[in-house]
């Protein structure tokens, strides 16, 4: 039975090669990945609920903007505090209280008498997104065996998109004026199933043998590993991966410290979960989730279209995750990229060109609506299928928990910022050059790809950690 060796950096075990996953594996990450299905459908609703909450509170373009955008302030937050709180007290328990969190958000929201209440509901939904985009893909990385890690990490990403279509599904058949409460409303079922199913779910083998509890990481491993897998060995893998975090203390009291994230030997895996975290947003993703129907009711399309057109595009999305958790480990994270980002760059730029005239003709409105499909599947597969794998795999285990924060602030931060210009660049330079400054972030973006980003399909989280502590070229350690 071919198994994973502690060789060096070019060890790996294929998808096909792996023994059989026990079911456990993948009801951990299932349930622990319906933090994403909150995640997508809190940011996704207001995409539909705007078209009446703007009537009903009678709202600004720039007050939109605020409602829009302030779940996005709430992330950064989120992010910013969950990476500490899950170094301190543990994956499991964090996830726990988001789903907490969701919930008491959702209804708070739901409940809003005004437009005030309803910025302060959705900024506490936004601690809820950011602590579940923070924690989650980490807690799957960390139970997930290398080889199928990718898929597993994916479904969470799937379930977002499969959140913001049922969030785009919501917004149509609740479309009538008041609909918009019981849209945020829903929201608090899955929370409370994301509560329950992770309290009995187990906590990280990482964590807990960072914390000296490796009987109990033996114990979960021995749970979510075939037969006849090493488990030994991964545990010796893991322990060695703690011992050697440059003084860190094994009980975990003083791992994760921020100042250890200016490390030489910790910087290339930094930019790169950086890049790809604020990429993923300047390639223009959300200003499309959040604004879709909105750009396509001022460019003369009936609401009725452009509520159907946002279905579409939630569609799109979970197509687009769907293939993204079968290419990410079948073609290889990098390879995944730098095939689909290409197509979306293209996309963006037809999109550009299609709004240069008024879109009065079907064939404009046609070409509009193709190109903005193309967009999101090609930039959901080479783009959003990958940015919440791509940190937690290559960033070290000393530093995990800040670096995964930082790197998740970073994208909702730039969130942020497309959120609060988007329609403001569009009424100050036209949808067209707004569009087509979104396709040219989309080739910048391939040049990072091309000249940073390694690729590290079934490899485990040791080895790339010590490909990465051997310096020199990180992309080149890692190289087939």
Request: charged letters at 15%.
């Amino acid at each position: 039975m071919p198994e994973l060796t502690a060789q060096g950096g070019r060890d790996r075990l294929s998808a096909e090669d792996a023994p059989r996953t026990p079911a456990a594996v993948y009801a951990v990450s299932a349930v622990s990945a319906l933090g994403g299905l909150l995640f997508g459908y809190d940011t996704g609703i207001i995409s539909g609920a705007l078209l009446h909450l703007r009537e009903d509170l009678d709202l600004t373009s720039r007050e939109q903007e605020i409602v829009v955008s302030v779940i996005l302030l709430g992330a950064m937050a989120g992010a910013l505090v969950s990476g500490r709180l899950a170094v301190r007290h543990g994956r499991r328990k964090v996830v726990v209280a988001v789903a907490v969190v969701f919930a008491l958000g959702a209804a708070a929201a739901a409940a809003a008498p005004g437009v005030g209440s309803l910025v302060t509901a959705r900024f506490v939904l936004g601690l809820a997104v950011g602590g579940a985009s923070s924690v989650v893909p980490v807690y799957i990385a960390e139970l997930a065996p290398a080889p199928i890690r990718g898929r597993l990490m994916v479904l969470f990403q799937l379930m977002v998109a499969i959140g913001q279509l049922i969030a785009y599904l919501c917004g149509w058949a609740l479309a009538d004026s008041g609909g918009w409460r019981t849209m945020f409303a829903l929201a608090v079922v899955p929370a409370a199933a994301l509560g329950i199913g992770m309290v009995f779910l187990p906590e990280s083998p990482r964590w807990l043998i960072g914390r000296g509890r490796t009987d109990q990481a033996l114990a979960v491993l021995a749970r979510l590993r075939p037969d006849g897998y090493a488990v030994r060995k991964e545990i010796a893998e893991i322990t060695e991966a703690v011992a050697g975090t440059g003084g860190t203390a094994v009980d975990g009291t003083t791992s994760g410290r921020w100042r250890d994230l200016g490390q030489r030997w910790v910087r290339p895996a930094l930019l790169i979960a950086v890049g790809i975290a604020a990429f993923s947003q300047l390639t223009g993703i959300n200003a499309i989730v959040y604004y879709a129907p909105t750009i396509l009711v001022d460019a003369g399309f009936g609401d009725s279209a452009a509520l159907l057109t946002g279905i579409g595009i939630g569609a799109m999305l979970v197509v687009a995750g769907v293939v993204g958790a079968v290419a990410v480990d079948r073609a290889g994270r990098r390879r995944t990229m730098l095939w689909f980002l290409p197509g979306s760059a293209i996309a963006m730029a037809v999109l550009a060109l299609a709004f240069l005239g008024p879109v009065d003709s079907p064939a404009q409105r046609w070409t509009v609506i193709i190109a903005l499909f193309g967009y999101i599947l090609c930039n959901g597969i080479g783009m959003q299928a990958v940015v919440w794998l791509i940190g937690p795999e290559i960033l070290p285990l000393a530093v995990r928990g800040p670096a995964t924060s930082l790197a998740t602030v970073t994208l909702w931060g730039f969130d942020l910022v497309i959120a609060l210009s988007a329609l403001t660049a569009i009424r100050t330079i036209g949808q067209s050059g707004t569009f087509m400054v979104y396709a040219l972030m989309n080739v910048a973006c391939i040049v990072f790809v091309v000249t940073k980003v390694p690729e590290t399909r079934g490899r485990s989280l040791e080895t790339i950690e010590r490909a990465l502590r051997r310096g020199g070229s990180f992309r080149k350690a890692l190289h087939v």
